[in-house]
């Protein structure tokens, strides 16, 4: 897109400039929406499992107007720092938390060659950055000057690093199957009925992703474990002091690490943009074909990939308003003793499966990295000149 | 118009950032500031790092450095930093020596860094200057196995038996991470039976002269 807008426009950094917004703006975009529909299925989704109706009223059938309604209301609030509060630190904190919640989607791709950067490492730039969003919560929570907020903070900052780990496993298993660490190889390569799915490729696989989803859910603050904000022990924890539009920055940060992960077991496991039934190929909606085809492919896997993700986060909606919180050891438990054991058995699992059998279940395709071909030459030299 | 180096821009905007927040620890005199001015400098770093296309250390930058050290550093800020721990103050002879050790850093990495004639005018490649995808994480993993990717072409075998790898001297290095934290966690962690506390204070007290005499 760079090389196109500078053939048409005089300044290079004008064009540069053009692409770059027009990234932020797609993401940003995306990313608010998110929370805004997110904001309105939640409630409707508690309602449903609570037999009550939800929102009904704004905005005519469904309150549909419900998630509008909702931040002008947040706008219009009075914006708060107590007294006891460190001020700069105290207004910082929200964007902390949105920054870093949107560079995840930086790496993210949302299609084939869909994605605002290619990065080769995007899977290990993803955790790394989606790793840093506690550093608003921990921010948040010591300037607030008040000691819900400060056990609200400490309780994540522990669940959140004790959770790495284990989430951390179960995305490394994927990735050895796959043999390379960028996201867009990753997703192609489950291209065609869905048995070419991750989460398909062996047993040990369809068990990780199970232990992923639980490490997910912890890992972005989700209902049962969201100890940083009980409501019930620690008034709002880590939220207590904000309100207004900050308060709103904090909902919108975890809405989108919500659909973040989501996106990623769907490009790690559910095989990303290629559907359960290859209709894209069949209609012959890829590149070869037409670059117009080829959009509208793009365009399909787009939907395809939302979708997942979407059920994704409904599903941890669900799991939100079913399952009671859990109290901070079992919370610790259920890391260490089961989560972090789980994920290291199906590790060990899947390499041994994919050493003893490389296609695994279905015919995959064969992982293409930069340097396979010159990999299995570079391996018999290397064996020759060891001799 | 000449087109603008975007390269060294962003350049001078992380340097500038990373030196300014790093000094800005050294100034403060708040000890949670010093923390969150600690992570934006080292937050900084990593952007130059995939500036200079190297998005493999970038991203083991932010995972390792911002993210698991300086949670860990603001974890246990946040547990201690109360009343008077908050503020600490920097004498002035502490002043002076670090000025001195700094400094004296400094100068020994400028030199270093102006002797190397190759270093002074960075070599701008065709991919360097288009922003293509580099290929970083894959080329690194093979080198730590022995396999280097740039040298596949080498067929002196003195040279190619040097290529070992880093695996077995990685493993050993993580297994001894590994041996120490279990150790800081027995330590922290143990409670020693009754009788060992007892009999156990005395044993220290006998072996410590002897410890001494040796």
């Known amino acids: 897109m760079t090389e196109f807008l500078t053939h048409y426009i005089e300044p290079d950094w004008i064009a ?3 692409v770059a917004a027009v990234h932020c703006g797609l993401i940003l975009g995306l990313v608010v929406m998110a929370a805004a529909a997110f904001t309105w299925a939640e409630r409707k989704v508690a309602g449903r499992i609570q037999d009550r109706l939800g929102p009904t009223r704004v905005g005519g059938r469904f309150g549909w107007l419900q998630s509008p309604a909702d931040g002008l209301k947040l706008l219009a609030k009075e914006d708060l720092v107590p007294a006891e509060a460190d001020g700069p630190l105290f207004r910082l904190a929200p964007y902390v938390s949105f920054c870093t919640s949107f560079a995840v989607f930086v790496a993210l791709p949302l299609s084939n060659d869909w994605v605002a950067q290619r990065l080769d490492a995007s899977v290990f730039f993803l955790l790394a950055v989606a790793g840093l969003e506690v550093f608003g919560v921990i921010l948040g929570g010591y300037a607030s000057g008040s000691k819900w907020s400060l056990f609200g903070a400490m309780r994540e900052a522990a669940q959140v690093v004790s959770y790495e780990v284990p989430l951390g496993l179960c995305v490394v298993i994927p990735v050895m199957v796959a043999g390379t660490m960028n996201l867009v190889t990753i997703g192609n390569m489950q291209s065609g009925w869905f048995v070419n799915w991750m989460i398909f490729h062996d047993p040990f696989m369809f068990i990780t992703f199970w232990v992923y989803c639980a490490c ?5 603050n989700r209902a049962p474990f969201d100890l940083a904000e009980a409501e019930s022990e620690l008034v709002a924890g880590f939220l207590t002091e904000y309100s207004g539009f900050r308060w709103s920055i904090f909902f919108m ?15 790690l496991f559910l095989g990303g943009w290629n559907g359960p039934v290859p209709i894209t190929s069949w209609l012959g909606l890829t590149h070869d074909v037409h670059p117009v085809a080829g959009f509208v492919g793009d365009l399909l896997g ?3 990939i939302l979708a997942k993700g979407v059920l994704g986060v409904i599903v941890m909606m669900w799991a939100r308003w079913t399952l009671p919180r859990l109290r901070i050891d079992q919370v610790l438990t259920m890391c260490l003793k089961y989560c972090i054991p789980l994920a290291a058995a199906m590790f060990l699992g899947a390499m041994g499966w994919t050493y003893v059998i490389r296609g695994g279940l279905s015919d995959m395709d064969e992982p293409t990295p930069v340097v396979q071909s010159g990999q299995s030459v570079s391996l ?6 060891g001799r | 118009m000449e087109a603008i180096n975007w390269h060294s821009c962003f350049f001078l905007l992380f340097a500038i950032l990373s030196c300014g927040f790093a000094v800005a620890v050294a100034v403060s005199d708040n000890i949670v500031r010093m923390a969150v001015y600690l992570i934006a400098s080292l937050a900084a770093v990593s952007g130059l790092f995939f500036l200079a296309g190297a998005d493999f250390v970038g991203a083991m930058q932010l995972m390792i450095y911002v993210g698991g050290t300086l949670v860990l550093l603001a974890f246990g800020v946040m547990l201690t930093a109360r009343g008077p721990l908050v503020k600490i103050a920097t004498g002035g002879g502490q002043w002076v020596l670090g000025a001195m050790l700094g400094g004296g850093l400094l100068v020994i990495l400028l030199q270093a860094a102006f002797s190397v004639e190759a270093w002074q005018r960075p070599e701008v490649t065709p991919e360097v200057a288009q922003g293509e995808d580099l290929a970083t994480a894959a080329p690194l993993g093979m080198g730590m196995m022995g396999i280097r990717v740039d040298q596949l072409d080498e067929t002196d075998t003195v040279k190619r038996g040097g ?13 001894h991470l590994l041996v120490a934290l279990i150790g800081a966690a027995y330590l922290a962690r143990a409670r020693r ?8 204070d005395g044993g220290k007290g006998d072996r410590r002269p002897e410890g001494g005499d040796r």
């Not at chain 1, 997910?216 to 972005?220: D, F, G, H, K």
């Not at chain 1, 940060?253 to 490009?267: G, K, N, Q, T």
């Open chain 1, 16 to 18: 540069h400039f053009l």
């Open chain 1, 216 to 220: 997910a859910m912890a890992s972005v």
């Open chain 1, 253 to 267: 940060a975890e809405y989108a690490s919500m659909l973040a992960v989501c996106l990623l077991a769907s490009i």
């Open chain 1, 302 to 304: 787009f939907a395809n």
């Open chain 1, 380 to 385: 018999a030299n290397h064996q020759e000149g």
């Open chain 2, 163 to 175: 290529m070992s790898g880093y695996l077995l001297p990685f493993e050993i290095v993580s297994v």
């Open chain 2, 193 to 200: 039976p009754a009788h060992l506390v007892q009999s156990g």
